[in-house]
Each structure stands twice: as C-alpha cells, then as structure tokens.
C-alpha cells in the first residue's frame, strides 16, 4: 500500500502542479492564441460539464468539496479499492481538486482549449481530460476483471 500511494501522491502533485500553472498563464498573464482548427482562449465555467448546474455558481466548489471528503473516507474503508485504482484516482484528484481550487481562486473553473473545425466543441481544460483519462483506465479495469472473471466461472 504504501508504494501505491507513494506513486498515487506524485502524480497528483505533477498533473495538479502542472494544471494550475498551465491555469494562472491563461488567467492572468494572456495566453490566448487563435488556430485554424482549435484555439487557445480563457473562459471560465460556473458550473459542471457543458456548464451544466452554473445556477449552483457559488454552492458548487463546497458540494464538489463535500464529495471528495466522501470518497476519501470510502477509499479509508476500503483501501483494497485504492490499491487496485491508485493511478485513476490520483488522476481524479488532480483534475477535480484543482478545477476546484480554481472554483476558490477565479470564481470559476480555467478553460481555454476551445475546438472549433468543422464543429464547435465545448471549452475544456487539462484537468478536464485527466479526469477523462481517469474514467477510462476504470471502465477499462473494470471490464478486463469482468472478462477475467467470466473465464475463470467457465
């Protein structure tokens, strides 16, 4: 256990790190940069996923807070959990603790890659895909345990 969260607490401190300066360079220092298929642009997003619940605005960073404590007192639970699911959930945490410090810090989460060839696409940011990336090594774990598990009953 404890390599898992030597390893899990690194990445977390990296992604989280290089997310937040990647965050500050948009936010205060003008990085913005227009492409031919996708831009580089500030916006802030008040709300989820496509800005879903920006009516919660000022609850949400302490709901999202409060949803992070739960899951760390379950992972305290059940630490067999974290020791299979240590590398998505270091990702999660980076990602969504530092879109929620953003939500302190800014008023609202930095977004700033912004798609706009042949489509437009929602604005996102580097945590956005972290978190991303962190849902599909679960879904991926699950599904070859699944599979493992369904040979071996065969």
Known sequence: MNRELKIATT???VVFIIDQVVKYGF??????????????????NYGVAFSMFSFLEHNLKYIQLAIVLI?????????????????????LYAGGLSNILDRFTYGGVV????????????IFNIADVIIDLAVVIIIY????????EKKIKS
């Open 11 to 13: 990445i977390f401190i």
């Open 27 to 44: 936010a205060n220092l003008s990085w913005d940069v227009d492409g031919p298929y996708m831009s580089l642009k500030l916006a802030y």
């Open 111 to 122: 977004d700033y890659f912004y798609w706009h060839y042949l489509f437009e696409f929602a």
């Open 71 to 91: 899951g760390t007192l379950y992972l305290f639970k059940n630490k067999e959990v974290f020791k299979e699911y240590y590398l998505p959930i270091a990702l």
């Open 141 to 148: 774990k699950q599904i070859k345990q699944s599979r493992e």
